[in-house]
């Protein structure tokens, strides 16, 4: 595609509920970063892949994350009961390969609110 | 640790220039990017630093100094469109892109 895509744009729910967050990276892109992004505050790295392989999820903030790939394409990101404190803007990056300095491209992300 | 300081928010008039300045300590260094954000969008691409020395891109520039840590990046004949959130990234000996905390840019008329 053109650009990396993320949906849904915006997500509510209820706190205990389980979300799924999508991210479509540029074609050909091998690379894929998830990033959240609380209001007002930096970007917080929680994972990436090579390809379909995530080697390190060191940087999921807790056991109720999850993350997969298929067919080095579509990502998805799973947090279940979903806590306030996951209320926050998750980005998603692609570039063409991970362990390199290539520019990582930005989806427009999704906000999630948690009530 | 590794940690990347930013100002917070600075404040600039339009048609003026603004240097935001980025000092960091990484284990490793691979290049330095500088990103624009614009409130409630996505990060997009200014920059990419990895030898010292100031880089010119229309009305912006980056410089990086490894051996002090630092980098800048000068904005001149500032535009009300130029009011965003600049962030600094340094990619450490991992591959891994370190983030700062960003600092927010207001122009005045």
């Known amino acids: 595609g053109a650009g990396v895509s993320q949906s849904p744009s915006n997500k509510v729910t209820e706190k205990g509920k389980d979300v799924e967050l999508r991210c479509d990276p540029i074609s050909g892109h091998t690379a894929l970063y998830w990033y959240r992004q609380r209001l007002g505050q930096g970007l917080e790295f929680l994972i990436y892949?090579?390809?379909?392989?995530?080697?390190?999820k060191s940087g999921l903030p807790s056991d109720r994350f999850s993350a997969e790939r298929t067919g080095e394409s579509v990502s998805t990101l799973t947090i279940q009961r979903t806590q306030q404190e996951d209320s926050a803007v998750y980005l998603c990056?692609?570039?063409?390969?991970?362990?390199?300095?290539?520019?990582?491209?930005f989806g427009p992300g999704t906000r999630l609110t948690v009530l | 640790g590794q940690n990347i300081d930013q100002p917070t928010e600075m404040t600039a008039t339009e048609g003026a220039i603004v240097q935001i300045n980025c000092t960091y300590q990484t284990s490793g260094f691979n290049g330095l990017f500088w990103y624009q954000q614009h409130a409630g969008e996505a990060p997009t691409f200014l920059s990419y630093n990895v030898l010292d020395g100031l880089e010119e891109k229309g009305r912006f520039s980056s410089f990086l100094s490894r051996s002090k840590g630092y980098s800048y990046l000068l904005l001149k004949e500032l535009q009300m469109k130029d009011s965003a959130s600049y962030l600094c990234a340094v990619c450490d000996s991992n591959y891994q892109l370190i983030w700062g905390a960003g600092t927010k840019l207001i122009i005045k008329p």
């Open positions: 990056a692609s570039s063409l390969v991970a362990f390199s300095t290539d520019t990582q491209y």
């Open positions: 892949f090579q390809g379909n392989s995530a080697p390190d």
